[in-house]
């Protein structure tokens, strides 16, 4: 039989009540309230509160991007939020970022991305500022995504799509082996993979891929910067580990 509570123990049980109480409080609940009633949007909250990434939106609607035509051509400027609800034709920007021994960084985005969310992709993407070339955003995005400075290649281009999320994408390559400092609201994690995994990766759970760095993914081969015959006697693994390789 369990014996009393330690003067410690004492002490954490009261911290843990103690939390509950503020975070009841700072949602406007009452003491009394019980997990069943509260409503899906007190919920989310809750969650908001309790997770630092959901405390800092990763994406901001009322962001302005440089709308363009079908040749690329700067049409006029809209928000994020009409632009993507609209299906309007802007620019992005895609960064590589390989290791001395020629793996590739991935990033696993954010649960709370609002388009791809929890998906894998490109080292670092984003999207440009109204006037921004892709060579400044692509130097911008490394900078906020992984908290690098670096030397960047151009490496190739993709017309606007459905597949790219209706941007024109430039796509540029660098070299780095870390340590990256990562933005929570954005990333949730990124891994360092030999190339021949994420082909047979690719091959086997597409799914498990933002379509936009599936496109890119195709521009990298037709490059010639995949080696020939690119396969592996490994299977990656359908939800690969994740090792701590981040700072914040």
């Known amino acids: 039989m369990r014996g009393p509570a330690s003067h410690a123990e004492r002490g954490v049980n009261f911290l843990q009540r103690r939390q509950r109480l503020v975070l009841r409080e700072s949602q406007g609940l009452p003491v009394t309230c019980r997990a069943e009633n509260l409503s899906v949007s007190q919920w989310v909250d809750l969650a908001r509160t309790l997770d630092p990434a959901a405390q800092s939106v990763p994406q901001n609607n009322d962001e302005m991007f440089d709308v363009v035509d079908e040749n690329n051509n700067v049409i006029g400027v809209k928000s994020r939020g009409v632009v993507h609800k609209n299906n309007l034709l802007h620019r992005a920007a895609h960064i590589l970022v390989f290791n001395r021994g020629g793996d590739l960084l991935l990033q696993k985005r954010s649960a709370w991305k609002d388009r791809e969310p929890s998906k894998w992709d490109s080292s670092a993407a984003g999207h440009l500022a109204p006037g921004e070339n892709h060579a400044d955003g692509a130097l911008r995005e490394v900078q906020e995504e992984l908290g690098i400075h670096c030397h960047l290649k151009p490496l190739g281009k993709i017309s606007a ?37 994420i082909t047979k990766w690719l091959a086997a759970r597409p799914q498990d891929f933002a379509p936009g760095f599936r496109a890119v993914w195709k521009v990298l081969g037709e490059t010639g910067h995949l080696p020939p015959n690119n396969t592996t006697s490994e299977s990656p693994p359908p939800s690969p580990p994740i090792p701590p390789i981040k700072q914040h």
Not at 171 to 187: R, W
């Open 161 to 197: 799509c459905p597949e790219t999320g209706h941007e024109f994408i430039e796509i540029f390559t660098a070299c780095h082996d870390g340590p990256f400092v990562l933005p929570p609201s954005e990333i949730e994690d990124v891994m360092f993979f030999p190339l021949p995994v």
